[in-house]
């Protein structure tokens, strides 16, 4: 939708913006695909994804290389593309986008058999930056400019320091976030966004793989025990979300669809070969050694959906001085509109098809904002002389299963108490029980009382309250009353009320 809203505003749509800057928007592309990549690790769960670690980092590598040398080899020899030309292109498609594929899992909630949404995941997660450098590597030789020598260096020093400064920097972040305290709710975005910024432009500036990094400082701070962690990965998915329809609608806007058949026909041939060939080679030819289902195969294979980060690279290849004889970027636009708008649309139906589907398995439980913890809640309760928990042990108050006191205050003294603590009348209780959380419309709404509302005077026993409905608190005066049939209402409370509407 966000292609076609670039297009509809585009030099060939209706509002006939003229925007032909690339090398803007190759700055601007260049930078999203930071925060999707550094997204890609920080929203994976490594104790679900290191069970597949092995085989989703070999399909990010030696997959990515796979499936570009063989659509290369196709644009070559059916296509009768330029060789040098044809492997950029599957260079620049050769990896699959993070974004598109968390999303869809999520979305569709995919439960997956046999940890494949945890492959899928680190897969689509880590294998841009492979993509990236074949990409440069590929550019660098049309210019001329890659002797073996330095071919091998270049592909030295983009994983060398690509691991290096990801490792040093990632132990840095996980150290200050740990001693650091922000004053002001939201520091701890912004600080963890600057990491994310610097584990690109580090290793960049001294010739490593900065989106490598990235994704390895990703990795490791979604992974540390560090405060608000799932808030920074709802921050982090909102960044992503927002990243790629930036991305996509720049793509609708510098895109001419004046210029669409001449390049749809191969366009289509390369999307179907990536589909239908390239990928499934690829795939099981790294899979099938670890004794892989073919369906499993089939589904990693259909799944493999190209996205932004191809949106990117083939920006860079137009910025780029090599000279390419094809229009790269219209291919790739092509590609990626059908790659997303078919595979994407088909993945649940193909899943369930070849019986991927698994009930008892939970896709949530791989992303870092899924808790399976139960998560406590504590109440206050204020003991009164006429209360009949007053002057009682705990151990002889019936107290209801899964309610628990965990301190008592008492004036200025905290205790700890045991089931031989008495309570006394004025103590104030701290009970925690487990949290409630429901999918259903269980809603609150607050009722203001003035003197003429027919409420106002009466005691809560007296209310003709409908049978789905309760008032569950009262707040009086800055106070919070909570409520007993006894109680009267009176002028300028405020009630608040549940149903299940």
Same mark, same amino acid.
């Given at each position: 939708?966000?292609?076609?809203?670039?297009?509809?505003?585009?030099?060939?749509?209706?509002?006939?913006?003229?925007?032909?800057?690339?090398?803007?928007?190759?700055?601007?592309?260049?930078?999203?695909?930071?925060?999707?990549?550094?997204?890609?690790?920080?929203?994976?769960?490594?104790?679900?994804?290191?069970?597949?670690?092995?085989?989703?980092?070999?399909?990010?590598?030696?997959?990515?290389?796979?499936?570009?040398?063989?659509?290369?080899?196709?644009?070559?020899?059916?296509?009768?593309?330029?060789?040098?030309?044809?492997?950029?292109?599957?260079?620049?498609?050769?990896?699959?986008?993070?974004?598109?594929?968390?999303?869809?899992?999520?979305?569709?909630?995919?439960?997956?058999?046999?940890?494949?949404?945890?492959?899928?995941?680190?897969?689509?997660?880590?294998?841009?930056?492979?993509?990236?450098?074949?990409?440069?590597?590929?550019?660098?030789?049309?210019?001329?400019?890659?002797?073996?020598?330095?071919?091998?260096?270049?592909?030295?020093?983009?994983?060398?320091?690509?691991?290096?400064?990801?490792?040093?920097?990632?132990?840095?972040?996980?150290?200050?976030?740990?001693?650091?305290?922000?004053?002001?709710?939201?520091?701890?975005?912004?600080?963890?966004?600057?990491?994310?910024?610097?584990?690109?432009?580090?290793?960049?500036?001294?010739?490593?793989?900065?989106?490598?990094?990235?994704?390895?400082?990703?990795?490791?701070?979604?992974?540390?025990?560090?405060?608000?962690?799932?808030?920074?990965?709802?921050?982090?998915?909102?960044?992503?979300?927002?990243?790629?329809?930036?991305?996509?609608?720049?793509?609708?806007?510098?895109?001419?669809?004046?210029?669409?058949?001449?390049?749809?026909?191969?366009?289509?041939?390369?999307?179907?070969?990536?589909?239908?060939?390239?990928?499934?080679?690829?795939?099981?030819?790294?899979?099938?050694?670890?004794?892989?289902?073919?369906?499993?195969?089939?589904?990693?294979?259909?799944?493999?959906?190209?996205?932004?980060?191809?949106?990117?690279?083939?920006?860079? %290849?137009?910025?780029?001085?090599?000279?390419?004889?094809?229009?790269?970027?219209?291919?790739?636009?092509?590609?990626?509109?059908?790659?997303?708008?078919?595979?994407?649309?088909?993945?649940?139906?193909?899943?369930?098809?070849?019986?991927?589907?698994?009930?008892?398995?939970?896709?949530?439980?791989?992303?870092?904002?899924?808790?399976?913890?139960?998560?406590?809640?504590?109440?206050?309760?204020?003991?009164?002389?006429?209360?009949?928990?007053?002057?009682?042990?705990?151990?002889?108050?019936?107290?209801?299963?899964?309610?628990? %006191?965990?301190?008592?205050?008492?004036?200025?003294?905290?205790?700890?108490?045991?089931?031989?603590?008495?309570?006394?009348?004025?103590?104030?209780?701290?009970?925690?029980?487990?949290?409630?959380?429901?999918?259903?419309?269980?809603?609150?709404?607050? %009722?203001?009382?003035?003197?003429?509302?027919?409420?106002?005077?009466?005691?809560?026993?007296?209310?003709?309250?409908?049978?789905?409905?309760?008032?569950?608190?009262?707040?009086?005066?800055?106070?919070?009353?909570?409520?007993?049939?006894?109680?009267?209402?009176?002028?300028?409370?405020?009630?608040?009320?549940?149903?299940?509407?």
């Amino acid at each position: 939708m966000f292609i076609l809203l670039g297009m509809l505003f585009g030099s060939d749509g209706l509002f006939k913006i003229q925007f032909d800057n690339y090398k803007f928007a190759e700055e601007i592309c260049s930078t999203a695909l930071i925060f999707i990549i550094f997204y890609g690790g920080f929203g994976t769960k490594w104790s679900e994804a290191k069970k597949v670690a092995g085989k989703s980092l070999l399909l990010a590598s030696g997959g990515v290389v796979i499936t570009a040398l063989l659509t290369g080899l196709f644009c070559h020899y059916v296509l009768r593309f330029e060789w040098l030309e044809g492997m950029l292109i599957g260079a620049v498609i050769s990896s699959t986008d993070a974004a598109s594929v968390f999303s869809v899992l999520r979305s569709k909630k995919l439960n997956l058999k046999f940890g494949t949404a945890s492959v899928l995941e680190l897969e689509s997660g880590s294998n841009d930056p492979w993509a990236y450098m074949l990409t440069i590597i590929i550019l660098s030789i049309m210019k001329g400019g890659a002797s073996p020598l330095k071919f091998a260096y270049t592909l030295f020093a983009q994983v060398f320091f690509g691991i290096l400064f990801g490792t040093v920097i990632s132990a840095a972040a996980v150290f200050l976030i740990k001693k650091v305290k922000f004053d002001a709710a939201g520091f701890d975005a912004i600080f963890v966004t600057a990491i994310a910024l610097l584990s690109y432009a580090l290793p960049t500036a001294v010739g490593g793989n900065g989106y490598l990094s990235a994704y390895i400082v990703g990795i490791v701070l979604g992974n540390a025990r560090i405060p608000e962690k799932k808030a920074l990965v709802h921050f982090f998915d909102g960044i992503t979300g927002f990243t790629q329809i930036l991305l996509f609608f720049l793509l609708g806007l510098l895109a001419f669809p004046s210029q669409m058949p001449e390049i749809f026909l191969p366009a289509a041939a390369i999307m179907l070969f990536l589909t239908f060939a390239a990928r499934p080679a690829a795939t099981a030819m790294i899979m099938k050694p670890f004794r892989a289902s073919w369906n499993q195969i089939a589904l990693i294979s259909w799944a493999g959906l190209r996205g932004a980060t191809s949106v990117v690279f083939a920006i860079i %290849v137009t910025v780029d001085d090599a000279y390419t004889k094809s229009d790269v970027f219209h291919i790739v636009f092509c590609i990626v509109l059908m790659s997303v708008g078919i595979q994407g649309t088909l993945l649940p139906k193909v899943a369930a098809k070849l019986n991927m589907i698994d009930d008892e398995e939970n896709v949530m439980r791989t992303f870092n904002d899924y808790s399976d913890e139960t998560e406590v809640q504590f109440i206050k309760l204020s003991v009164t002389e006429e209360s009949v928990w007053a002057g009682r042990k705990i151990k002889d108050i019936p107290f209801p299963r899964g309610l628990l %006191v965990v301190m008592i205050i008492r004036g200025r003294e905290k205790v700890i108490p045991t089931g031989k603590t008495k309570i006394l009348a004025g103590d104030i209780l701290a009970l925690s029980a487990e949290g409630f959380y429901d999918d259903s419309n269980f809603v609150l709404s607050e %009722v203001k009382i003035d003197s003429r509302h027919d409420w106002c005077g009466n005691r809560i026993s007296e209310l003709s309250i409908p049978d789905d409905s309760l008032i569950v608190m009262i707040k009086r005066r800055g106070h919070t009353l909570i409520p007993g049939g006894k109680l009267r209402i009176r002028n300028g409370d405020v009630l608040v009320m549940t149903s299940n509407n």
